[in-house]
């Protein structure tokens, strides 16, 4: 063969299939396929973002200094054990590139967020899935898939598309039952919108142990996630590692000037976990009394299954919203063909995605 080779593990990867962003016609389209927050951005973020248009030909600060004593100061934690990344996608990459190269298995749950497994082949190694159990990471299942070969496990929590979480006792299992060359790395992207007592982003288990790494994100709760902002609280030793082989600007200086003030809006992070609370039972409630099965959540987005439930494909199901103006996500690319993942929209988004899937249940029925 002549030309460029491409390394094979690359040549094995199923690309990356985003939520539907745009309409196929020029349609207003409802988007509820990437669990954006209905709600913006902060106002105060959006006016740090204009203010940062003045310094658009200088590169910004490499080290992310003041965004990291910012995020230091909100969630209490040390700045100098904090990475900031372009997306928390950025630092998921990185950390398989930090641990794991050819031969290496990199451990994750079936139906977990598709990031890990790209990235895992993206470095050569082998992704090794673990069964999941009622759709949801579970510890036994990941310990027995250890084999001496393993050298990191991703573990999304809450996990998306599925909305299902592991507890704390159950993470802190997880975490004594590695080996301890064994790297856990806890993708918590939705960690502010959950309010349950037994849910804990893992931040602790960082800070009693040297193998353990909590990535967040701007995306989400936060609205910023054209500007691409995540960060991770990790061990001293990989944060000397990570700085070593990250893009040396990677947090681009609008994105801190944003992610610094939206820290400081506490007011809007509340308003939207209010929002929530309110809208992602109401979902849940109003799918279930038109006969659909939605998997319980903890997350700003909903898991519906419906051949099962419906007799209508998701595939059908998807179509039909679409036609009408409102975008799901579609899930075969997690082996999750009969479910379509919505996230949690304004009130009207709700009504109108309860109203349509009610009208098209009912119009199958006759
Ligand atoms: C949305 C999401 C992220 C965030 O990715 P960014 O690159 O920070 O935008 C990370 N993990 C999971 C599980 C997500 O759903």
């Known amino acids: 063969m002549s030309g460029p080779r491409i390394q094979p593990s ?8 985003p939520g539907l962003s745009s309409a196929p016609s020029d349609k207003r389209l409802v988007k509820l396929s990437s669990n954006e927050t209905p709600l913006g951005t902060s106002p105060l973020a959006v006016e740090a973002y204009r203010g940062s248009s003045e310094f658009l030909h200088l590169y910004p600060d490499g ?15 040390d700045p100098k054990r904090i990475v900031c990344g372009n997306g928390s996608d950025d630092l998921l ?3 398989a590139t930090a641990f794991a190269g050819t031969g290496d298995e990199v451990l994750l749950t079936k139906h977990a967020f598709a990031m890990y497994e790209i990235a895992a082949r993206s470095v050569g190694a082998t992704p090794v899935i673990a069964p999941a159990r009622f759709l949801g990471s579970d510890v036994d299942s990941l310990l027995k898939h250890i084999t001496p070969n393993t050298r990191m496990c991703y573990l999304a929590n809450p996990n998306n598309p599925t909305g299902t979480f592991v507890p704390s006792g159950e993470v ?3 975490r004594d039952g590695l080996p301890d060359h064994v790297v856990l790395v806890i993708d918590a992207a939705y960690a502010e919108y959950v309010r349950r007592e037994d849910y804990s982003d893992g931040i602790e288990l960082v800070d009693r142990h040297d193998n353990v790494i909590v990535t967040r994100t701007f995306s989400k709760i936060y609205g910023l996630a054209a500007l691409r902002l995540g960060w991770l609280y990790g061990p001293p030793e990989v944060i000397e590692a990570l700085n070593r082989i990250r893009c040396p600007f990677n947090a681009n200086g609008a994105a801190q000037a944003a992610g610094i ?17 309110k809208w ?24 519906v299954e419906f051949e099962r439930s419906s007799g209508r494909s998701a595939k059908e199901v998807y179509e039909y919203l679409l036609r009408n103006g409102v975008v799901g996500r579609e899930l075969s690319g997690y082996n ?10 304004l009130e009207e988004d ?17």
Not at 261 to 277: C, G, K, M, Q, R
Not at 336 to 345: H, K, M, P, Q, S
């Open 261 to 277: 003030a939206a820290l400081s809006d506490t007011a809007f992070v509340e308003a939207a976990v209010t929002h929530n609370e």
């Open 280 to 303: 992602r039972p109401w979902l849940e409630m109003e799918l279930e009394a038109i006969g659909l099965v939605a998997h319980p959540s903890i997350g700003n987005f909903v898991l």
């Open 93 to 95: 990459y990185l950390l």
């Open 336 to 345: 999750l063909e009969d479910y379509l993942r919505f996230t949690v929209g």
């Open 172 to 174: 802190e299992r997880l």
């Open 350 to 366: 709700n009504r109108l995605l309860v109203g349509l899937l009610s009208e098209f249940l009912a119009s199958a029925n006759q």
């Open 10 to 17: 690359i040549l094995d990867i199923a690309p990356y299939v």
């Open 63 to 77: 080290s992310a200094k003041k965004l990291r004593a910012a995020i230091g100061d909100r969630y209490d934690l």
